[in-house]
Every structure is written in structure tokens, then in C-alpha cells.
């Protein structure tokens, strides 16, 4: 029998034990799952669905993601050759073929795809909402320089390397002539292509080729394009290809900054309508306090004068009832937000003997609370006037380093301006120059006035030099027509 309650306490307390381990693991399990999910955000290699093109929704690929900034650079999930894309690469042939002219050597600052990009696919296959998402980056002159560099020295990307396992010798023409730009929308660099080239999705069952943005290190007549078959980076002439694949980054969401902005400036609202509601409470007990001075004040005159007691007990009634609406409706105003001053004015008007003296002091403190929230609400921080190179501020009708390409009619005029901010440059020490690739379609001065000479396209070159040397490179195609 003793052995039996041993035994029995024994399993009691294994028992017990298990229990409680059950009850931690299942404990720990639940508050894991529920930091996950507290955490769940984007990823690299998600699908999103943004934008239309030809009637067809057009889903990205994720290929980095912020989790700070919330921005994200998303490529197209699959090569795009409808009909708007097949139509204008066959516009940019006829072009040509009518000229008698190839198209040679293509800058990406110079491509016609880029004008595409961020105006016809920009302004056409998104909404305004959608465009304030896209966000502007700018391609400089060491990252295009840098990109060329590296792919010369790639051995595991470069197809004609693969194939022949020889490199030919690095155009300095090439390297020299890359140029900042800044897009909304544009084609991956090599660099960004080796980098994300695991992420991207190659999911159609005919291997496509696509452009990227950077030229070839040795020949400029040839673009790089990605064949979707090999996975490798193939020389081909400007404009060829079966499709194209553009890139952008994109905010997702609300960064942190912007989030903890929005807590700080709620939690102020929620600060200020406490202040206000206490200063509510206390003209209420102010109140409460004055009309009991009242009716003390109007017992003594009653025990004075015996034969009007009841006169007066109905005027004081009167007037406390009166004082009191009189100031709930200033604390109802108060809580709406629509003029304590006003309110509690036109109380003491109402009001008479020691009523108006407390009421006149709660409608000072309101007007003073009032003006302060005027004040408040209309302060604004002083705006920095943006500074361009050669026009003073006045932002002329092309924008570097912004546009990519201008259309101006034969004859007409247009100023060149340059965003010193964007560039952040402070040096007020600096020479440009302004060159015209064709003077036969358009001329430039020396101060930046452009004016159309012939039907044709040309590009402006512009180069802006620093006291210390430094020099920044840019470029827009002009179309005379």
C-alpha cells in the first residue's frame, strides 16, 4: 500500500512537470508567432501589380527593399513587347532607314528608350497616384563609369568572353563620354543586373533579350542587352532586342521618419486638446465659484431688504441660470474648436456685477489661448528659393539634370537652366559650356539660349566646371520639328 502513494506521487508530479513545460513552450510559441507577425514586411523577389500597359496589368519583381525608407528598386516580372513597345522600337528603325543613318553610338542620357520611359510609359501607363510613389534617381557620371569598368572585367557574364575567353581593350572614348541622369523609370545597369540577377524572374517559355542602360566597354556601336536564354550579357546594335524590361524604385509605404512625424504631431494634437479642455474645466469651476459669490452676495442684499426677497431670489435664480448656459455654451464652443474668445465675449455682455468680472477674466485667457493658436497655425517655415545656373531663379524651359529630351518647333527659343541644389553646389566660382552636337537643327550661346535651326534631333552637352576642378557632365536630346 505505502509503495502504491508513492508511486501515485510520483506520477502526480511528473504529471504537474509536464504541464507547466506545455504551458511555457506553448507561451513562447504564441509570442514568437506574434513578433513574426509584427514583422512581416516586403521582400526581396515579391510580385507587385502597378501600372497598365496596352490594357494589361504589369506585375514587378522586387529585387532590393528598404525597410527604413520603405523604397524599393522593382524590375518587370516579365520582358514587355506589346504592341506600344513594338510599335515605337519599329518607329526608331524607320527613323533611321528614312535618314539613311545607324544608329552608332547611343549614351543611355541619349536613348530614345529613356525618353519613352519617363514620358509616353510614364505619364500613360500610371495614375497619379501611382506616379507619386515612383520615385526620381539620378545615375551619376562614377556610378556609369563604375558599371562599364566592372562588366570589363567580368569573365563569368560577358558572352563574348564566355565564348572566346579573350577581352578586348577598354574605349576611353566610351569611359570619358558617360554623363549623369536622373529617371523615374529606366533599364538596369550591369552592376545592378549582376547584382540582382538570381531575383529577377525569367518565367516566358521563348528566351527574350532586353537592353540594359550601360554601353559596351569596346565597341560604341553596340549596346549591352541580357539574353533571358544564357543568362549572359550579349553585344547588339542600338535599339534591337525582342522587349524590354524597365526599372524604377518605388515607396511602398510610410518610412519610420515619416511615421514617427505623424505620432509626434498626433500625440501634440492630443496635448493641446487636454490643455484646452483643462482650461474649459477651470473657466467652468471659475464659473461655479463666482455665481456661489453671487449668491452670497445675494443673501445679504435679501436679508436687508426683508419686503423683496422674493424679487430678488427670482433675479438672482435668472441671472445664475443665465451665467450658467451662457458659459456651458463658451466651454461647447471651446471643445468644437470654434472661437473661445467670441464665446466667452459674448457671455460677459450677458453677464452682470461679479459674473462679468470673473467671465471677462476667462474670455482673456481665451483670446490670449486663440491668438496663440492663430499664431501657431499660420507660422510657416521660411521656403528656400532654389538657385540656377545662369538665369538667376527663374527655372528655364529645360531643366538639367532632369530632362532627358526637349521638343521645340524650327525657330523657337528655349532657356537652359541647371539645379545648383540638386547638385549641391555651393561654389559660386564656375564656368559651363553649352555645345551643340548638329548646328544644323539647333544653336546654343553661351549664356544657355537654344534656338531651333532645322527639323532634325541633336544633343545639347552641357559641362559645368568647379573652382576646384571638379566636373559634372550633362546631356539632353533637343527635337526640332
Known amino acids: 500500500m505505502r509503495k502504491a502513494i508513492v508511486k501515485s506521487k510520483f506520477i502526480l508530479s511528473l504529471s504537474l512537470v509536464l504541464c507547466m513545460a506545455v504551458a ?187 537592353p540594359l542602360r550601360t554601353n559596351s566597354y569596346d565597341d560604341p556601336a553596340f549596346g549591352l542587352y541580357v539574353n533571358e536564354g544564357t543568362k549572359l550579357i550579349e553585344k547588339r546594335y542600338y535599339y534591337t532586342g525582342t522587349g524590354i524590361r524597365p526599372a524604377m524604385y518605388i515607396k511602398l509605404d510610410k518610412s519610420d521618419e515619416e511615421k514617427k512625424a505623424e505620432d509626434e504631431k498626433n500625440g501634440q494634437s492630443g496635448s493641446n486638446n487636454s490643455a484646452n479642455n483643462n482650461g474649459n474645466n477651470n473657466g467652468a469651476n471659475n464659473s461655479a465659484n463666482n455665481n456661489s459669490n453671487n449668491g452670497a452676495n445675494n443673501s445679504n442684499t435679501n436679508n436687508n431688504n426683508a419686503n423683496n426677497n422674493n424679487s430678488n431670489n427670482n433675479t438672482n435664480s435668472n441671472t445664475n441660470n443665465n451665467a450658467n448656459g451662457n458659459n456651458n455654451n463658451a466651454n461647447a464652443n471651446g471643445n468644437n474648436g470654434t472661437g473661445n474668445a467670441n464665446a466667452n465675449n459674448g457671455t460677459n455682455n450677458n453677464n452682470g456685477g461679479n459674473n462679468a468680472n470673473a467671465n471677462s477674466a ?57 539645379d545648383l541644389d540638386y547638385l549641391n553646389f555651393t561654389d559660386k566660382q564656375y564656368t559651363v559650356t553649352y555645345k551643340s552636337s548638329d548646328a544644323n537643327v539647333f544653336t546654343v550661346d553661351s549664356s544657355g539660349n537654344i534656338t531651333g535651326v532645322g527639323r532634325g534631333t541633336a544633343t545639347l552637352d552641357v559641362r559645368m566646371k568647379k573652382s576646384n576642378g571638379k566636373i559634372y557632365s550633362m546631356s539632353c536630346r533637343i527635337d526640332v520639328t
Open 24 to 210: 511555457i513552450v506553448g507561451t513562447s510559441v504564441f509570442a514568437s508567432a506574434k513578433g513574426k507577425s509584427n514583422k512581416a514586411s516586403y521582400a526581396e523577389g515579391d510580385d507587385i501589380a502597378f501600372g497598365i500597359l496596352d490594357g494589361h496589368i504589369i506585375n514587378w519583381t522586387i529585387l532590393s527593399y528598404d525597410d527604413s525608407t520603405k523604397v524599393a528598386l522593382i524590375v518587370s516580372r516579365q520582358t514587355l513587347a506589346s504592341a506600344s513597345i513594338t510599335s515605337y522600337r519599329q518607329a526608331i528603325d524607320s527613323n533611321y532607314r528614312s535618314n539613311g543613318t545607324k544608329a552608332g553610338y547611343v549614351k543611355w542620357a541619349e536613348s530614345y528608350w529613356r525618353g519613352w520611359l519617363n514620358k509616353t510609359f510614364y505619364e500613360g501607363s500610371f495614375t497619379p497616384e501611382e506616379r507619386a510613389k515612383i520615385q526620381k534617381t539620378t545615375l551619376s557620371v562614377e556610378n556609369s563609369k563604375e558599371s562599364l569598368m566592372n562588366f570589363y572585367h567580368d569573365t563569368t557574364l560577358d558572352a563574348d568572353y564566355v565564348k572566346n575567353q579573350r577581352k578586348n581593350s577598354l574605349n576611353q572614348n566610351i569611359y570619358n563620354s558617360q554623363v549623369a541622369t536622373s529617371d523615374y523609370i529606366f533599364f538596369l545597369s550591369t552592376d545592378e543586373f549582376t547584382a540582382h540577377k538570381d531575383t529577377i524572374k525569367y518565367e516566358q517559355p521563348i528566351p527574350y533579350s532586353w
Open 362 to 418: 476667462n474670455g482673456q485667457n481665451a483670446s490670449q489661448n486663440a491668438g496663440q493658436a492663430a499664431r501657431t497655425a499660420t507660422a510657416k517655415k521660411p521656403t528656400k528659393t532654389k538657385s540656377y545656373a545662369n538665369n538667376g531663379t527663374q527655372i528655364g524651359s529645360i531643366m538639367l539634370p532632369y530632362d532627358s529630351s526637349y521638343d521645340m518647333g524650327n525657330g523657337a527659343t528655349a532657356q537652359v537652366a541647371i
